[in-house]
């Protein structure tokens, strides 16, 4: 276990003119899980393969418990790697597989076959010792590619997208097992995936990244509360938050946006203080939806809280909630509504507007507009 | 369900049609004609001279007799020494045996770098190398044999085996270039991170997959060494001929009758061990070919 430190890593490849990798920085902590997320061609794997010394790197540093690993080869860095294609080798048994790398360690064999035993235990592969890989099912593949990286105990554990060969349910309860063996073991864990839910489940931090650039580095909370500009925020969130066009205008009572329904009909929502110098000028407004609700009479005495009548565009009923598509400010706008109160298609319905989470991006740097004297704990890049 | 299942079933059992018929019958023709040369051959070889002169070609011996196929092993003339074509047949074993081997090792090692340890220009270096499988043989006669001379391997059966080697090489890294690509790259990152090293991945992890692609080598080097003629008789001479030579020596040589059922015993010798190449390995050759995914 240890700690990692990624210092300004560039990555150009032979004679290409961009940069995949634009001076990454990343620290993380003994013992946590780091996922690495974003769009394919983002750079996640490029990373993960430095981190890992199968990939040069251009400039920058990597350190792994403070010590410089940049032209180290990979395997004296300690790492084990965790492949999408799980990688096993085919000619050898599950035991041969896990134990390969510590027969190439020289490790005695009577500790090589406690370790096995070990390993196996933990993942419940012990039945599973004497076959092949082609033998073994997805689920039990990817095991055992989890035992072979485990067997070393390295100190750092690298896993490129383990999860998505696997089909939807057996990828869910993987992922419960692979954050139930992180929280066992308290191990360091580097984590790539495409995957925004298993970036927020598994993730103690989470590195959201685009065309080479770590566009925020947070806790899963910080990435999906206070997202750093609207990619982030459109990425991180199933249905994606609404980004709705607005003016900030000032009354009475303070500063609000509003919101215009088919009928010519506004919504005021009240907008924080800190927009005061947004004032008169565009914005956009990201409201994830479930701020956007049928009407709850007990929350209706709330400040940042707005009510109004829009018209149901569609309804997908997901199980716990219904996903009710409506028309504001001329833009199809998400709201996740209760199923007790699901509307009918054309039907206008009440809904309430919580602006206590709504969050304000610039519309030119589209970088998410701060409160002036919070620090700035989003932007990473 | 089961209904439908049964009388799918009973479908397929149906009498064959008009148009299988045909097919059979089609398939069945060829055949014929490609197997006569071969009937022909072994007829003719188990016939005695004197019924080979009398009889028509396709009928069957009078009297089966094993003197062509004891005479042409053991004590035919190949031109001045009379003691068969056993000789020979031992010549180009020890001349096949090495070749094949060698040849396929040096082509999966170089397979193995050309695909998985690319270097600047490796990819350039692959196509060149092609090349070589497109040499015409009449074209390195000469500078191969003054090498061969130079390097003290002149009529050597060791001279022999290393120009098959060298001649092989472009073919056999070709085939194992190939197959190693169609392999994951993660397999070889993975024994990286599992601290194996250059050779240990060739070893331990490449090489016990390859069965395939070996048996294919194999069975290409094997038939292309041992049915090749001209490098036989170009860079050996007498005691290290092989055995395609002795078999052109044999039939030519003109003392007396004709011994048409010696001359066909030597032939089906010198093409049979090809033959039983094909039969044991040859299931892989058509499998090697096409294989190559590794699931897993």
């Given at each position: 276990?240890?700690?990692?430190?990624?210092n300004?890593?560039?990555?150009?490849?032979?004679?290409?003119?961009?940069?995949?990798?634009?001076?990454i920085d990343i620290?993380?902590?003994d013992?946590?899980?780091?996922?690495?997320?974003?769009?394919?061609?983002?750079?996640k794997?490029?990373?993960?393969?430095?981190?890992a010394?199968?990939?040069?790197?251009?400039?920058?540093?990597?350190?792994?418990?403070?010590?410089?690993?940049?032209?180290?080869?990979?395997?004296?860095?300690?790492?084990?790697?965790?492949?999408?294609?799980?990688?096993?080798?085919?000619?050898?048994?599950v035991r041969?597989?896990?134990?390969?790398?510590?027969?190439?360690r020289?490790?005695?064999q009577?500790e090589?076959?406690?370790?096995?035993?070990?390993?196996a235990?933990?993942?419940?592969?012990?039945?599973?010792?004497?076959?092949?890989?082609?033998?073994?099912?997805?689920?039990?593949?990817?095991?055992?590619a989890?035992?072979?990286?485990?067997?070393?105990r390295?100190?750092?554990?690298?896993?490129?997208?383990?999860?998505?060969n696997?089909d939807?349910?057996l990828?869910?309860e993987?992922?419960?097992?692979v954050?139930?063996?992180?929280?066992?073991?308290?191990t360091?864990?580097?984590?790539?995936?495409?995957?925004q839910?298993e970036a927020?489940?598994?993730?103690?931090?989470?590195?959201?990244?685009?065309?080479?650039?770590?566009?925020q580095?947070?806790?899963?909370?910080e990435?999906?509360?206070?997202?750093?500009?609207?990619?982030?925020?459109?990425?991180?969130?199933?249905?994606?938050?609404?980004?709705?066009?607005?003016?900030?205008?000032?009354d009475?009572?303070?500063?609000?946006?509003?919101?215009?329904?088919?009928?010519?009909?506004?919504?005021?929502?009240?907008?924080?203080?800190?927009?005061?110098?947004?004032?008169?000028?565009?914005v956009?407004?990201?409201?994830?939806?479930?701020?956007?609700?049928?009407?709850?009479?007990?929350?209706?005495?709330?400040?940042?809280?707005?009510?109004?009548?829009?018209?149901?565009?569609?309804?997908e009923?997901?199980g716990?909630?219904?996903?009710?598509?409506?028309?504001?400010?001329?833009?199809?706008i998400?709201?996740?509504?209760?199923?007790?109160y699901?509307?009918t298609?054309?039907?206008s319905?009440?809904?309430?507007?919580?602006?206590?989470?709504a969050?304000y991006?610039?519309?030119?740097?589209?970088?998410?507009?701060?409160?002036?004297?919070?620090?700035?704990?989003?932007?990473?890049? | 369900?089961?209904?439908t299942?049964?009388?799918?079933?009973?479908?397929?059992?149906?009498?064959?049609?008009?148009?299988?018929?045909?097919?059979?019958?089609t398939?069945?023709?060829?055949?014929?004609?490609?197997?006569?040369?071969?009937?022909?051959m072994?007829?003719?070889?188990?016939?005695?001279?004197?019924?080979?002169?009398?009889g028509?070609?396709?009928?069957?011996?009078?009297?089966?007799?094993f003197d062509?196929?004891?005479?042409?092993?053991?004590?035919?003339?190949?031109?001045?020494?009379?003691?068969?074509?056993?000789g020979?047949?031992?010549?180009?074993?020890?001349?096949v045996?090495?070749?094949?081997?060698?040849?396929?090792m040096?082509?999966?090692?170089?397979?193995y770098v050309?695909?998985?340890?690319k270097?600047?220009?490796s990819?350039?270096?692959?196509?060149?190398?092609?090349?070589?499988?497109?040499?015409?043989?009449?074209?390195?006669?000469?500078?191969?044999?003054?090498?061969?001379?130079?390097?003290?391997l002149?009529?050597?059966t060791?001279?022999?085996?290393?120009v098959?080697?060298?001649?092989?090489?472009?073919f056999t890294?070709?085939?194992?270039?190939?197959?190693?690509?169609?392999?994951?790259?993660?397999?070889?990152?993975?024994?990286?991170?599992?601290?194996?090293?250059?050779?240990?991945?060739?070893?331990r992890?490449?090489?016990?997959?390859?069965?395939?692609?070996?048996?294919?080598?194999?069975?290409w080097?094997?038939?292309?060494?041992?049915?090749d003629?001209?490098f036989?008789?170009?860079?050996?001479?007498?005691?290290?001929?092989?055995?395609?030579?002795?078999?052109?020596?044999?039939?030519?040589?003109?003392?007396?009758?004709?011994?048409?059922?010696?001359?066909?015993?030597?032939?089906?010798m010198?093409?049979?061990?090809?033959?039983?190449?094909?039969?044991?390995?040859?299931?892989?050759?058509?499998?090697?070919?096409t294989?190559?995914?590794?699931?897993g």
């Amino acid at each position: 276990m240890a700690n990692l430190q990624i210092n300004q890593v560039r990555k150009t490849y032979g004679k290409a003119e961009l940069e995949t990798l634009k001076g990454i920085d990343i620290s993380i902590d003994d013992g946590e899980f780091l996922i690495l997320v974003g769009p394919s061609g983002c750079g996640k794997s490029t990373l993960m393969n430095m981190i890992a010394g199968l990939e040069e790197v251009s400039a920058g540093q990597i350190l792994i418990d403070n010590q410089d690993v940049t032209h180290v080869a990979p395997k004296d860095r300690d790492i084990a790697m965790v492949f999408q294609s799980y990688a096993l080798y085919p000619n050898m048994t599950v035991r041969q597989n896990i134990q390969f790398g510590l027969e190439i360690r020289k490790m005695p064999q009577q500790e090589i076959d406690a370790e096995v035993e070990r390993v196996a235990n933990l993942l419940q592969i012990d039945h599973l010792l004497d076959r092949k890989p082609s033998q073994l099912s997805g689920g039990q593949q990817q095991r055992v590619a989890m035992g072979r990286a485990l067997s070393r105990r390295p100190k750092i554990y690298l896993f490129d997208e383990p999860l998505s060969n696997l089909d939807a349910k057996l990828r869910v309860e993987m992922r419960t097992e692979v954050k139930k063996l992180h929280q066992r073991l308290g191990t360091t864990i580097v984590y790539v995936t495409h995957d925004q839910i298993e970036a927020m489940t598994l993730a103690d931090r989470i590195a959201v990244m685009k065309d080479g650039e770590l566009l925020q580095l947070g806790t899963p909370k910080e990435v999906y509360e206070t997202p750093a500009n609207t990619f982030v925020a459109g990425f991180i969130g199933s249905p994606a938050m609404n980004f709705i066009s607005c003016q900030v205008k000032k009354d009475d009572s303070g500063l609000y946006t509003e919101l215009t329904n088919l009928d010519g009909k506004a919504t005021r929502l009240p907008a924080p203080a800190y927009l005061n110098r947004y004032l008169g000028e565009q914005v956009i407004l990201g409201l994830r939806p479930e701020q956007i609700t049928h009407y709850i009479p007990h929350k209706a005495e709330d400040q940042m809280i707005a009510k109004g009548h829009y018209d149901v565009l569609v309804t997908e009923p997901t199980g716990p909630d219904v996903i009710v598509q409506v028309m504001a400010n001329k833009q199809e706008i998400s709201c996740r509504v209760d199923p007790e109160y699901t509307p009918t298609v054309g039907e206008s319905v009440e809904l309430m507007f919580d602006c206590n989470k709504a969050v304000y991006f610039d519309p030119h740097s589209e970088q998410r507009i701060q409160p002036e004297n919070s620090p700035s704990q989003a932007s990473a890049a | 369900m089961n209904n439908t299942a049964i009388e799918n079933s009973n479908i397929s059992k149906k009498p064959l049609q008009p148009g299988r018929w045909l097919i059979y019958a089609t398939l069945l023709l060829f055949a014929l004609i490609y197997l006569m040369p071969l009937v022909v051959m072994l007829l003719t070889s188990f016939k005695t001279s004197a019924d080979i002169r009398g009889g028509n070609l396709m009928s069957l011996p009078t009297e089966w007799v094993f003197d062509g196929w004891s005479k042409a092993w053991g004590s035919a003339c190949t031109g001045v020494n009379c003691e068969g074509i056993k000789g020979y047949f031992c010549n180009s074993i020890q001349m096949v045996v090495p070749a094949v081997l060698i040849s396929t090792m040096i082509g999966a090692f170089n397979g193995y770098v050309l695909a998985k340890w690319k270097f600047r220009g490796s990819d350039l270096f692959f196509s060149l190398m092609l090349f070589g499988c497109f040499i015409p043989f009449q074209v390195i006669l000469l500078p191969m044999a003054q090498s061969l001379g130079y390097l003290g391997l002149a009529n050597t059966t060791a001279g022999l085996v290393t120009v098959h080697v060298i001649y092989g090489i472009a073919f056999t890294t070709m085939f194992f270039r190939n197959y190693y690509v169609s392999i994951p790259d993660e397999l070889v990152k993975a024994a990286k991170l599992d601290g194996a090293g250059f050779f240990t991945i060739f070893f331990r992890i490449l090489l016990p997959i390859s069965k395939p692609i070996f048996m294919v080598c194999v069975i290409w080097q094997f038939t292309a060494i041992w049915n090749d003629f001209l490098f036989g008789v170009v860079y050996s001479a007498g005691d290290t001929q092989p055995m395609t030579v002795a078999l052109n020596n044999l039939v030519n040589t003109s003392t007396g009758v004709k011994e048409y059922n010696v001359d066909m015993a030597a032939a089906i010798m010198a093409a049979l061990p090809t033959l039983v190449v094909y039969v044991l390995a040859g299931k892989y050759f058509v499998r090697g070919l096409t294989a190559g995914v590794v699931k897993g």
